[in-house]
Every structure is written in structure tokens, then in C-alpha cells.
């Protein structure tokens, strides 16, 4: 059995889920982000991404982990990265709370970007370069849609009868007993 595990035979291997374009509408809905309208939502969440991107040392790790601060505005924030375990908790809160079931972990932005790009005929290299592949692994991120599900089943479906449009010939009634006539 172990040889079998070894070799990758009876495991399953959980992948995160993308985001659906529904579970997204579910999270701007909710007061997951803030109290607000999607617009003002969005407008806060590009400038906080501003004011972040002004604080953090230029290169190195984009996710930094946040640091009280000493005059209680200014923020400031480590040369640590943000801890994989502390950014999955953070993901799972956001779904919990807008009641979005499914396997969805940190890693799901990633899926749904790369999922949508797919969905909408985006070039696979631009869609290697969005997400930071530097493989071909960005090909996992192909998954199937409802609606191209839909199509394939529409497509291998038997094809319907035609109708006919000739009106089937109809005979005289029958009388009840046959008459025979017999030669002289």
C-alpha cells in the first residue's frame, strides 16, 4: 500500500477552487469587505493597496506582515512575509462569513484569475505572465465552466428525429365484413 501512495495511486489531491463569478457577487453583497456600495468598496480597496504599496520596502515579498504601529497612524510593516497559515485563516473568515461553501484557500485568487482569462480566450502566455508561472503548470488553472459543460453534453447528445412534413396517407374505412365477388 505504501508503494501505491508513493506512487500517487488512490490519493486524492484537493485543489483550490476559483471563486465563481456568484460567490464573488456574494462577497461584494455581503458586508465582507465593508458597510459600503461595491464602487466605494473597490475605490477603498485600491487606495488602501496604495497606501500599502507606498510603505513596503521596494522589492522583496508583496505580502508583509503588519506591525503595530508606535504613534497609532503611521503603519508599518516587517521585512517578513505574511505567513501562508495566517493568510489561508484570513480567506476561510472572508468565505465563512459570506457563506461561500467549496474548498477555497489563500491560493483561490490565483484559480479564479487564471480560470477567468482561460473562460474569456486569454492567450496561455498571458495568462503564464499574469499569474507569475514560469511553467506550463498554469494549465492546472483550466477549469471547465457550467456553460461549457453544458455545451459539450448539447453536442454529444444523439440528434433528435426529424419531423416529417408528409401527412400520412390515410385509407377508407373498412367495412366490418369483407365482400368477396366470385367469378361466373
Known amino acids: 500500500m505504501k508503494k501505491l501512495n508513493s506512487e500517487g495511486e488512490g490519493k486524492v489531491v484537493k485543489q483550490a477552487e476559483p ?6 457577487e456574494k462577497l461584494w453583497e455581503t458586508d465582507v469587505f465593508a458597510n459600503t456600495s461595491k464602487s466605494q468598496t473597490q475605490d477603498a480597496i485600491v487606495k488602501v493597496l496604495r497606501e500599502y504599496m507606498e510603505s513596503i520596502p521596494l522589492g522583496g515579498l508583496f505580502y508583509r506582515r503588519p506591525l503595530s504601529s508606535r504613534d497609532g497612524e503611521n503603519v508599518r510593516y516587517s521585512h517578513q512575509k505574511v505567513g ?8 476561510k473568515k472572508i468565505c465563512d462569513k459570506a457563506d461561500i461553501t467549496g474548498h477555497h484557500t489563500g491560493h483561490s485568487g490565483k484559480v479564479t484569475t487564471a480560470t477567468r482569462l482561460f473562460h474569456n480566450k486569454v492567450d496561455e502566455q498571458l495568462v503564464q505572465e499574469r499569474t507569475g508561472h514560469r511553467s506550463l503548470a498554469v494549465r492546472a488553472y483550466k477549469r471547465t465552466s457550467k456553460t ?3 455545451k459539450i453534453s448539447d453536442l454529444l447528445q444523439p440528434p433528435k428525429p426529424k419531423e416529417s412534413k408528409i401527412e ?3 385509407s377508407p374505412p373498412r367495412s366490418p365484413v369483407a365482400t ?3 367469378p361466373d
Do not use: D, M, R, Y
Not at 471563486?19 to 464573488?24: F, G, K, V
Open 84 to 91: 501562508v497559515h495566517t493568510f489561508e485563516k484570513l480567506f
Open 148 to 150: 461549457q459543460q453544458k
Open 180 to 182: 368477396c365477388t366470385l
Open 19 to 24: 471563486i465563481s463569478p456568484l460567490e464573488e
Open 168 to 170: 400520412p396517407k390515410t
